[in-house]
């Protein structure tokens, strides 16, 4: 069946360093995978998609990776900063031209000034 | 301006009664979106909609139907309540299948 973890649920950083969060998936070939943020009490708000030809993507101080033979994506977060303390999702898209995503559990990350 | 909008934002009912909640967006996305997120804060696609196709996840119960008036409306009715519904339910929308922009969410409590 379908799988998509990440790997922490919680993940708690110093102020300044950089924030890395996991996300593997089983059985998906997807076309592309997405990166959500989600304050409590908020919908989750778009941050960066990666297409599956694409190894790298940069937004600022993120960077997202994407290795499609480890089916794992690597979101970074460099010079964290506590406003970025919030719920992390990674989707994928599930297929079949569906436009359907399908999310991860989440990670919470702290930044601790 | 919001770009998409649900009401009410809070729902308090009592097992077994019917509701709707409404979504609107003014993004001019030709697919909706409705999902759950449950007390573990999972987020789970409920249905997706376009102006061709309704795609229903096969674990949501039939008491659960969507219906969309045009294209910038898509509302989701639920019979029969039951306790197991309480959640806060997203609705979302994104042209094909670019990005999704959520919904500020309806927190549904069943007593």
Same mark, same amino acid.
């Given at each position: 069946? +379908?799988?998509?973890? !990440?790997?922490?649920?919680?993940?708690?950083? !110093?102020?300044?360093?950089?924030?890395?969060?996991?996300?593997?998936?089983?059985?998906?070939?997807?076309?592309?995978?997405?990166?959500?943020? !989600?304050?409590?009490?908020?919908?989750?708000?778009?941050?960066?998609?990666?297409?599956?030809?694409?190894?790298?993507?940069?937004?600022?101080?993120?960077?997202?990776?994407?290795?499609?033979?480890?089916? +794992?994506?690597?979101?970074?977060?460099?010079?964290? +900063?506590?406003?970025?303390?919030?719920?992390?999702?990674?989707?994928?898209?599930?297929?079949?031209?569906?436009?359907?995503?399908?999310?991860?559990?989440?990670?919470?990350?702290?930044?601790?000034? | 301006? #919001?770009? @998409? /909008?649900? #009401?009410?934002?809070?729902? @308090?009912?009592?097992?077994?009664?019917?509701?709707? =909640?409404?979504?609107?967006?003014?993004?001019?996305?030709?697919?909706?979106?409705?999902?759950?997120?449950?007390?573990?804060?999972?987020?789970?696609?409920?249905? /997706?909609?376009?102006?061709?196709?309704? =795609?229903?996840?096969?674990? @949501?119960?039939?008491?659960?139907?969507?219906?969309?008036?045009?294209?910038?409306?898509?509302?989701?009715?639920?019979?029969?309540?039951?306790?197991?519904?309480?959640? @806060?339910?997203?609705?979302?929308?994104?042209?094909?299948?670019? #990005?999704?922009?959520?919904?500020?969410?309806?927190?549904? #409590?069943?007593?």
């Amino acid at each position: 069946s +379908q799988k998509i973890e !990440q790997n922490s649920e919680a993940l708690n950083i !110093q102020e300044g360093k950089t924030a890395t969060l996991t996300c593997n998936y089983t059985n998906y070939s997807p076309a592309y995978l997405q990166w959500y943020r !989600q304050d409590p009490g908020r919908g989750p708000v778009f941050l960066l998609l990666i297409r599956e030809n694409e190894k790298e993507k940069r937004k600022e101080r993120l960077k997202v990776t994407f290795d499609t033979t480890l089916k +794992q994506s690597l979101f970074h977060i460099t010079a964290s +900063q506590p406003a970025d303390s919030a719920t992390y999702l990674c989707a994928l898209d599930s297929g079949a031209g569906s436009y359907q995503l399908t999310f991860g559990k989440g990670t919470k990350l702290s930044v601790i000034p | 301006d #919001t770009a @998409v /909008s649900q #009401t009410p934002k809070y729902l @308090v009912t009592q097992m077994g009664n019917d509701k709707s =909640i409404k979504c609107e967006q003014n993004l001019g996305h030709d697919t909706m979106y409705w999902y759950k997120q449950d007390s573990k804060k999972f987020l789970k696609i409920m249905f /997706s909609y376009n102006n061709k196709e309704l =795609i229903i996840n096969e674990t @949501v119960p039939n008491r659960f139907s969507p219906k969309s008036p045009d294209k910038a409306h898509l509302n989701l009715h639920i019979n029969s309540l039951e306790l197991g519904d309480s959640a @806060v339910y997203f609705c979302a929308s994104s042209s094909q299948g670019d #990005t999704q922009y959520f919904g500020p969410g309806t927190r549904l #409590t069943v007593l």
